[in-house]
């Protein structure tokens, strides 16, 4: 099964800036896929942005982007002009083709107005 | 569009009753869903994994007789936690994901559940 690592239990960012959230995962599948998922105060999980392994260029969404280094086994998200909505617990993840996904601890965001 | 829902949203229960928590698919046909459990201030555990017209895989370490798991249609599966104890208690989260719809998961609000 994969493992995902997230090192950072919390991150704080002052609005309108800049703020990446680490994550490293492991997996002894060829073809899998990355996510990242954030968990507001309501609990339900939202899809932020998604990776394709296979795919080299870094997936983008709006003020989402991520660093996918494929060898290094790295998937950090980068929140540009951060909003006060941001704030919410950040799951990475790693799923295969055949669904079963591996979350990390997550990294609690908070934004300071 | 892809909007899970579940229900009950919450629930408490005295020990030893069973409890069934459903999961649906509202807008697209759900090949596969699964079903996480998570602990307060913790991550997301996947606890089985369901397909349509077919028996839950379980993760090791989750009891099958415990969390009985149903996929009946392709909208609909359930988790049905029997004689329940205070140590299921837990927040309960089911995902689906469907044809054509890539790996993405989407996720149901979740259920809340206390054992007395």
């Known amino acids: 099964a994969q493992t995902v690592t997230q090192s950072q239990p919390e991150m704080s960012v002052q609005e309108a800036e800049t703020v990446t959230l680490s994550c490293t995962y492991d997996t002894s599948e060829s073809d899998y896929y990355l996510f990242w998922y954030k968990q507001p105060p309501s609990r339900q999980m939202i899809l932020v942005i998604r990776?394709?392994?296979?795919?080299?260029q870094n997936a983008t969404e709006n003020r989402f982007s991520v660093n996918f280094q494929k060898a290094a086994k790295s998937f950090s998200l980068k929140i540009s002009d951060s909003q006060l909505g941001d704030a919410a617990m950040y799951f990475c993840?790693?799923?295969?083709?055949?669904?079963?996904?591996?979350f990390g601890a997550g990294t609690r965001l908070t934004v300071k107005p | 569009g892809a909007v899970v829902s579940q229900h009950p949203s919450r629930v408490i229960c005295k020990s030893g009753t069973s409890v069934k928590i459903e999961c649906r698919s509202l807008d697209f046909q759900a090949t596969t869903m699964f079903w996480y459990r998570q602990f307060p201030k913790k991550s997301l555990m996947l606890m089985a994994t369901?397909?349509?017209?077919?028996?839950?895989t379980y993760e090791q370490g989750v009891e099958k007789d415990k969390f009985l798991i149903n996929h009946a249609s392709l909208t609909l599966s359930t988790l049905t936690v029997t004689s329940a104890h205070p140590e299921d208690s837990s927040f309960y989260i089911c995902?689906?994901?469907?044809w054509g719809m890539g790996e993405t998961q989407y996720f149901g609000p979740g259920t809340r559940l206390l054992v007395l």
């Open positions: 990776q394709e392994a296979y795919k080299q």
């Open positions: 369901s397909n349509e017209g077919s028996k839950a």
């Open positions: 995902s689906a994901r469907g």
């Open positions: 993840a790693c799923g295969t083709l055949w669904g079963d996904m591996r």
